[in-house]
């Protein structure tokens, strides 16, 4: 059962605690009975410091002892119970002292808290009393007087109190009593008093038999057997030099040392004055470490003297004459103290994985160093011997506080192994030292780092789907999962299209994936964002571009543009017989998708009626005149022309010009029918034309508005009278970009006609635009088709007007 003490003590305690309240120390004390079963419950410390019993674990309460005995009580973290934890014995721990007392340290960390708790060891009757022999010989002269008193060792007792010896008794006989008187140090003082003379003659041995007992719970006893012989009178007893015998020894000292000698002398002579020696009282622990030589007196050292484990030994010596008689006298030997044990080092508490983000002055954990030793050889200096970021701090008592003292970070120093040195006060020093080990534990600070600032890939077009692009990498130098990284793509579009159909990536290995074949034509480049994301909490991330380059494949054959086919009618140009040598007749316009030199085309005659009569520009596929025309020459000629381009493998296209030599329209007569159906529907048309203006006036307007905002070059060729000249038929996909395309945004020509009649003359003269590919002379096209009927005469009312196409 707990036991606080009176309550003065108990309000000395609570005014320590709180002027001590940055290390809230307080004093408890509790009492139980020696050799309770394991688990016997002492009290509950929880309870009377007012503390939640949940707190104790979270702190890491525990006790701590600084003397080196074993634990004999523990602490139930679950209930804050104090039990005990392994037998106690009260006279081991505490030989023969009245108060048994046990102190501990009750440890609390974050913050560090010391409680002393004293544990008072109750006493039970466990032990008999014992006298120091089993059987007592004396020999008394038959002379003795009456009342002639005999001394006899008390007996003696390990418990204490009411517990130890309190009585002893005398088996009746007939002629010796007992006499029981305290002595000057406390104890019993025993003497048989002859109460009825001795006779030799009538019987030469005497048996008695003392009892001794305690007043414990049940009584315990013990007795010796004193054996008489009746001889003749012994009158003196030995007597001491000193009643008390002090020395000093220190610890350590070596085997066979002479500690003290004592000395005592009997006025008798012969045997009744021989005084031998023996030890009438002493511990067990001291029989083992003293011996007494029974004629010196000499009390010599036989085991190991160790103050640590004692620091005084109490005995008693009994000197006694030939025949009996007997004294004592009290020996007292005290050992000093040297600097015999080393300081201790005891890591109580230490935070072996250490966060790399902890701020300067972070506890990380506690030191104890214990030293055995007493006054200034205990007293211990602690210091580290590396130069580490961290320090010790003095606490409480020989308690050391292990703090940072800079910034810690992983990815520099993972681990620190440094040597704590404790060095004592002693002469000489003694010193220990404790290698301490302590892990710095990765915080995800570092985002991951790419090995390039930028990318580059090149894929060339038609590629196959799923085909590696390229690969990135990034590095992490944190540690498992914070470094740990994962790649993905950003989020986006590309002419409509989003970023995850065109690419993918292994978020482990970052390789790169086309999601689908790409055309150059589509998609010349784009770029895409690359994110690396570590697994850390919270995760980091960097990113990075990569620049996708689609390489062109020659995979796009040229196409022609003019003389565009319609249908199952070629195309026809006209030609006066008195055109020139090298006059444009003309101009094959033909583009290519690709790029490059896919996109370089040639242009060739392949075919042709009279091969002599006209030539080709290779590269700008002007068709010129190569001679004069003569009457020989037919008046239609066809032309099929090749167009190449440079790609490998070489992809072509063919068209097929008619041209007609001619100096008068009417010798034409698939025209002059033409003209006349035109000119039967004229009026038709013109009535259709005039509600046309009418209705649409408000569309037109609009459309005007929209081709403002849509500009695009549609080249015209004009027609002279019923002939038609179709515009150039431009794909939106063929666009002339950087310079890359292959049909030049307009030509210009001047075209001169005369007034009249669809019978009108024409000549061809030289262009005037020199940044532009030219024609020398205005060229009609004509095409055989039966719809066309428009009066020329209205069209070319100006014969000097210019036309563009």
Same mark, same amino acid.
């Not at 470490?289 to 190991?304: A, H, P, R, W």
């Not at 000197?319 to 030997?333: E, M, P, Q």
């Not at 010349?524 to 690359?530: A, E, G, N």
């Given at each position: 059962?707990?036991?606080?003490?009176? /309550?003065?003590?108990?309000?000395?305690?609570?005014?320590?605690?709180?002027?001590?309240?940055?290390?809230?120390?307080?004093?408890?004390?509790?009492?139980?009975?020696?050799?309770?079963?394991?688990? %016997?419950?002492?009290?509950?410390?929880?309870?009377?410091?007012?503390?939640?019993?949940?707190?104790?674990?979270?702190?890491?309460?525990?006790?701590?002892?600084?003397?080196?005995?074993?634990?004999?009580?523990?602490?139930?973290?679950?209930?804050?119970?104090?039990?005990?934890?392994?037998?106690?014995?009260?006279?081991?721990?505490?030989?023969?002292?009245?108060?048994?007392?046990?102190?501990?340290?009750?440890?609390?960390?974050?913050?560090?808290?010391?409680?002393?708790?004293?544990?008072?060891?109750?006493?039970?009757?466990?032990?008999?009393?014992?006298?120091?022999?089993?059987?007592?010989?004396?020999?008394?002269?038959?002379?003795?007087?009456?009342?002639?008193?005999?001394?006899?060792?008390?007996?003696?007792?390990?418990?204490?109190?009411?517990?130890?010896?309190? +009585?002893?008794?005398?088996?009746?006989?007939?002629?010796?009593?007992?006499?029981?008187?305290?002595?000057?140090?406390?104890?019993?003082?025993?003497?048989?008093?002859?109460?009825?003379?001795?006779?030799?003659?009538?019987?030469?041995?005497?048996?008695?038999?003392?009892?001794?007992?305690?007043?414990?719970?049940?009584?315990?006893?013990?007795?010796?057997?004193?054996?008489?012989?009746?001889?003749?009178?012994?009158?003196?007893?030995?007597?001491?030099?000193?009643?008390?015998?002090?020395?000093?020894?220190?610890?350590?000292?070596?085997?066979?040392?002479?500690?003290?000698?004592?000395?005592?002398?009997?006025?008798?002579?012969?045997?009744?004055?021989?005084?031998?020696?023996?030890?009438?009282?002493?511990?067990?622990?001291?029989?083992?470490?003293?011996?007494?030589?029974?004629?010196?007196?000499?009390?010599?050292?036989?085991?190991?003297?160790?103050?640590?484990?004692?620091?005084?030994?109490?005995?008693?010596?009994?000197?006694?004459?030939?025949?009996?008689?007997?004294?004592?006298?009290?020996?007292?030997?005290?050992?000093?103290?040297?600097?015999?044990?080393?300081?201790?080092?005891?890591?109580?508490?230490?935070?072996?994985?250490?966060?790399?983000?902890?701020?300067?002055?972070?506890?990380?954990?506690?030191?104890?160093?214990?030293?055995?030793?007493?006054?200034?050889?205990?007293?211990?200096?602690?210091?580290?011997?590396?130069?580490?970021?961290?320090?010790?701090?003095?606490?409480?008592?020989?308690? %050391?506080?292990?703090?940072?003292?800079?910034?810690?970070?992983?990815?520099?120093?993972?681990?620190?192994?440094?040597?704590?040195?404790?060095?004592?006060?002693?002469?000489?020093?003694?010193?220990?030292?404790?290698?301490?080990?302590?892990?710095?534990?990765?915080?995800?600070?570092?985002?991951?780092?790419?090995?390039?600032?930028? %990318?580059?890939?090149?894929?060339?077009?038609?590629?196959?789907?799923?085909?590696?692009?390229?690969?990135?990498?990034?590095?992490?130098?944190?540690?498992?999962?914070?470094?740990?990284?994962?790649?993905?793509?950003?989020?986006?579009?590309?002419?409509?299209?989003?970023?995850?159909?065109?690419?993918?990536?292994?978020?482990?290995?970052?390789?790169?994936?086309? +999601?689908?074949?790409?055309?150059?034509?589509?998609?010349?480049?784009?770029?895409?964002?690359?994110?690396?994301?570590?697994?850390?909490?919270? /995760?980091?991330?960097?990113?990075?571009?990569?620049?996708?380059?689609?390489?062109?494949?020659?995979?796009?054959?040229?196409?022609?543009?003019?003389?565009?086919?319609?249908?199952?009618?070629?195309?026809?140009?006209?030609?006066?017989?008195?055109?020139?040598?090298?006059?444009?007749?003309?101009? @094959?316009?033909?583009?290519?998708?690709?790029?490059?030199?896919?996109?370089?085309?040639?242009?060739?005659?392949?075919?042709?009626?009279?091969?002599?009569?006209?030539?080709?520009?290779?590269?700008?596929?002007?068709?010129?005149?190569?001679?004069?025309?003569?009457?020989?020459?037919?008046?239609?000629?066809?032309?099929?022309?090749?167009?190449?381009?440079?790609?490998?493998?070489?992809?072509?296209?063919?068209?097929?010009?008619?041209?007609?030599?001619?100096?008068?329209?009417?010798?034409?007569?698939? @025209?002059?029918?033409? %003209?006349?159906?035109?000119?039967?529907?004229?009026?038709?048309?013109?009535?259709?034309?005039?509600?046309?203006?009418?209705?649409?006036?408000?569309?037109?307007? @609009?459309?005007?508005?929209?081709?403002?905002?849509?500009?695009?070059?549609?080249?015209?060729?004009?027609?002279?009278?019923?002939?038609?000249?179709?515009?150039?038929?431009?794909?939106?996909?063929?666009?002339?970009?950087?310079?890359?395309?292959?049909?030049?945004?307009?030509?210009?020509?001047?075209?001169?006609?005369?007034?009249?009649?669809?019978?009108?003359?024409?000549?061809?003269?030289?262009?005037?635009?020199? +940044?532009?590919?030219?024609?020398?002379?205005?060229?009609?096209?004509?095409?055989?088709?039966?719809?066309?009927?428009?009066?020329?005469?209205?069209?070319?009312?100006?014969?000097?007007?210019?036309?563009?196409?």
């Amino acid at each position: 059962m707990a036991h606080r003490g009176p /309550p003065l003590s108990g309000l000395l305690a609570l005014i320590t605690f709180a002027l001590m309240a940055t290390t809230v120390h307080a004093e408890l004390s509790y009492s139980f009975p020696e050799e309770m079963k394991r688990g %016997y419950v002492i009290g509950n410390i929880a309870k009377d410091l007012g503390l939640d019993v949940t707190t104790l674990s979270a702190r890491k309460a525990r006790l701590v002892s600084e003397e080196d005995r074993k634990q004999c009580c523990d602490l139930n973290l679950r209930t804050g119970e104090f039990i005990v934890a392994d037998r106690v014995d009260r006279e081991e721990l505490c030989l023969e002292k009245l108060t048994c007392l046990l102190r501990l340290d009750l440890m609390l960390e974050t913050p560090l808290e010391l409680h002393r708790v004293t544990f008072q060891i109750q006493d039970i009757n466990d032990n008999s009393p014992i006298f120091p022999k089993d059987s007592i010989k004396l020999e008394i002269s038959e002379n003795a007087d009456k009342g002639a008193r005999f001394r006899v060792n008390e007996a003696h007792d390990v418990d204490v109190g009411q517990n130890s010896v309190t +009585g002893y008794t005398l088996e009746k006989n007939s002629h010796f009593v007992l006499s029981v008187n305290p002595n000057k140090d406390g104890g019993k003082n025993i003497e048989l008093v002859l109460d009825k003379e001795l006779d030799r003659e009538q019987q030469q041995d005497v048996t008695l038999v003392i009892s001794a007992f305690d007043s414990g719970t049940p009584p315990l006893s013990g007795i010796v057997a004193i054996h008489v012989t009746v001889l003749d009178a012994n009158d003196n007893a030995p007597v001491f030099s000193q009643e008390v015998y002090k020395a000093s020894l220190p610890e350590n000292a070596p085997l066979n040392s002479v500690v003290v000698k004592v000395s005592a002398t009997d006025a008798d002579q012969g045997l009744n004055g021989e005084v031998s020696y023996e030890f009438s009282r002493i511990s067990s622990k001291a029989r083992k470490i003293f011996s007494l030589d029974s004629i010196t007196g000499e009390i010599k050292v036989i085991g190991t003297v160790d103050f640590e484990d004692e620091q005084k030994y109490e005995m008693r010596i009994e000197g006694k004459d030939g025949f009996g008689l007997s004294t004592d006298a009290r020996v007292v030997i005290e050992i000093t103290d040297l600097n015999d044990n080393a300081p201790t080092i005891v890591l109580q508490s230490l935070n072996n994985h250490i966060p790399e983000d902890v701020s300067p002055g972070t506890e990380v954990g506690i030191i104890h160093v214990q030293d055995r030793d007493s006054d200034k050889n205990r007293q211990v200096r602690c210091s580290i011997q590396e130069n580490v970021p961290f320090k010790l701090i003095p606490s409480i008592k020989n308690y %050391y506080s292990l703090v940072t003292t800079g910034v810690l970070d992983r990815e520099l120093v993972s681990e620190y192994n440094f040597t704590v040195i404790a060095n004592d006060a002693g002469s000489p020093p003694l010193s220990s030292a404790k290698t301490v080990r302590l892990s710095v534990a990765d915080v995800n600070d570092n985002a991951p780092v790419f090995d390039k600032l930028s %990318y580059t890939a090149q894929v060339a077009e038609n590629n196959k789907p799923g085909s590696s692009v390229c690969s990135v990498k990034a590095s992490d130098p944190d540690w498992r999962q914070n470094g740990t990284i994962m790649y993905s793509l950003s989020t986006g579009e590309v002419n409509g299209v989003p970023m995850s159909q065109l690419l993918s990536i292994n978020a482990d290995t970052g390789v790169i994936h086309a +999601g689908r074949a790409f055309d150059y034509e589509h998609y010349k480049s784009f770029k895409v964002c690359v994110i690396a994301r570590d697994s850390g909490s919270p /995760p980091l991330s960097s990113n990075v571009t990569v620049n996708v380059l689609i390489r062109d494949e020659n995979d796009n054959p040229p196409q022609i543009l003019y003389p565009t086919p319609q249908g199952s009618a070629l195309m026809t140009e006209l030609v006066p017989k008195t055109v020139l040598v090298g006059s444009l007749i003309s101009k @094959i316009i033909a583009v290519d998708a690709d790029s490059g030199q896919n996109a370089w085309l040639s242009y060739e005659i392949i075919k042709s009626s009279d091969p002599g009569l006209f030539t080709i520009g290779v590269h700008s596929g002007e068709i010129r005149m190569q001679r004069d025309i003569s009457e020989k020459d037919g008046m239609k000629q066809n032309l099929i022309v090749s167009v190449r381009d440079n790609g490998q493998p070489t992809l072509s296209a063919t068209c097929a010009l008619n041209v007609i030599i001619s100096d008068n329209l009417a010798e034409i007569p698939e @025209i002059n029918d033409r %003209y006349a159906e035109s000119d039967s529907k004229l009026t038709y048309y013109l009535i259709i034309a005039l509600v046309s203006v009418s209705t649409f006036f408000l569309t037109f307007v @609009i459309v005007t508005v929209a081709v403002r905002f849509c500009r695009r070059a549609k080249p015209t060729l004009l027609f002279d009278g019923a002939v038609a000249i179709p515009s150039a038929y431009f794909p939106p996909n063929y666009a002339d970009v950087d310079g890359t395309g292959t049909l030049r945004s307009g030509y210009n020509y001047d075209t001169y006609m005369t007034t009249g009649s669809h019978t009108s003359d024409f000549k061809f003269v030289t262009s005037y635009n020199d +940044g532009t590919m030219t024609i020398p002379s205005s060229t009609l096209t004509s095409k055989k088709s039966p719809t066309s009927a428009v009066d020329h005469s209205e069209l070319f009312h100006d014969p000097e007007m210019p036309a563009q196409v």
